[in-house]
Every structure is written in C-alpha cells, then in structure tokens.
Antibody, heavy 127, light 108 residues
C-alpha cells in the first residue's frame, strides 16, 4: 500500500528547534514531489512549501520562507520539515502530501493534486 | 489571487449538495477537491476539475466554468459530513499553491 507515515506528536518550548519527518513506502520516492501543509486548530489548510526529492529543489510560501526548512533523505525515503526557533504560533497539525498529475501520473508540478497524505503530526509549542 | 468557499452548506440525506469554489477566471486553472473528516487527514475526491481518484464513489463529481468551480455530491449520505477544501495553483503569485477556506457540509 502506498503510504506516507509521519513522525509522532511533539511538545516543545518557544525558541527550541524541531524536525518532523514523513516517510514514504511502496512507491518510487524520487519520482513524486512532496508538499507540507499546516492546519491550525479549527482552521483551513495552508501551503508551506514543496520539495522535489530527486534534486532537493524547494519552493516556499512567502508566509513560511525563512522560518522553516524542507529537506529529503533519499536513502531513507524521508522528507523533513524543520524549525530553528519555534514560536507559540507554530502550534498546529502538519501534513505531508504526495503530488499526482493528471491521469494519475507522477506529480512534478505546482499544479498537481495531492493524492496521498500523511496522518499528520501535532506540534504544540508552549512555555 | 483570492479563492472563496462558503463556510457552510446543509443538506438532507439523499439530496444533492453543491459546493462552490470561486475565483477570478478560475476556469483557467486546475481545481482539486479534498474531503476532511474530523481528526483525519484530507482525502482527494476530485482532481483536475472533474476526475475522480480510484475508490471515490461516482456520487462525487466536479466541474469548472467561468469564475466558479463546483463539487457536486449526489445522494448525500451521513458519512459525507465533513469539511471540503478546494485547491489550485496560481502561477502568477508567490503564494502559488492556494486552498479555499473550506466548506463544512452538514447532513441534517
């Protein structure tokens, strides 16, 4: 079964760093772009950034540029989302999602849909 | 680019739910739709305006014309109660991947 499995819930203090992960299985990891999405409690979905696992090319939303970093480890089929200094406003659920193109082909474009989602990682930042 | 969804839609079981996603000349963009039930990850229900992923019932259909993309759910069931988000890509801005604010579908 094609899956994205995310790391577990995290509780952190403001100013701390954090890396959460998204591990792919049962498909060719480098073939499909990965996007990270934030969902604050009771709110909608927000695009954070996208990475091409093939060459680690990344694109960030201006709302998150400079505050988070997205990377991949192809040897582990894993994408990561990292913060250098967390803020209370980073408290949210974070999802990774796989891109899919028209007709179900591997997605390698910003216009793609997201066909496989991770289960979400809850991040709580509180003093 | 602004993407607009009504906050809520209510229908009775067996009726048809029509959920809209508005944006200037949205017909020129590919629109995708997700269903998100409480406490769960989103699920793709319609992509590229009107295609249905495998496993999604044919009660779900989509269209895109003018300034409005539409997700239609026929013969609504209680299990369809969820939040629905539209999603598109706007190549003209830095906020290039955009989501609508979501519509809460309530099945009465």
């Amino acid at each position: 079964e094609v899956r994205l499995v995310q790391s577990g819930a995290e509780v952190k203090k403001p100013g701390e760093s954090l890396r959460i992960s998204c591990t792919a299985s049962e498909y060719s990891f480098s073939t499909y772009w990965i996007t990270w999405v934030r969902q604050m409690s009771g709110k909608g979905l927000e695009w954070m950034g996208t990475i091409d696992p093939k060459d680690s090319y990344t694109s960030y939303s201006p709302s998150f540029q400079g505050h988070v970093s997205i990377s991949v480890d192809k040897s582990l089929n894993t994408a990561s989302l990292q913060w250098g200094s967390l803020q209370a406003s980073d408290t949210a659920v974070y999802f990774c999602a796989r891109h899919v193109a028209f007709g179900g082909a591997p997605g390698r474009s910003g216009e793609n849909a997201f066909d496989i989602w991770g289960q979400g990682t809850v991040v709580t930042v509180s003093s | 680019y602004v993407v607009t969804q009504p906050p809520s839609v209510s229908v009775a079981p067996g009726e048809t739910a029509i959920l809209t996603c508005g944006g200037k000349n949205i017909r020129s963009k590919s629109v995708h739709w997700y269903q998100q039930k409480a406490g769960q990850a989103p699920v793709l229900v319609i992509f590229y305006d009107s295609d249905r992923p495998s496993g999604i019932p044919d009660r779900f259909s989509g269209s895109n014309s003018g300034d409005t993309a539409t997700l239609t759910i026929s013969r609504v069931e209680t299990g369809d109660e969820a939040d629905y988000f539209c999603h598109l890509w706007d190549s003209s801005t830095d906020h290039s991947i955009l989501f609508g604010g979501g519509t809460k579908l309530t099945v009465l």
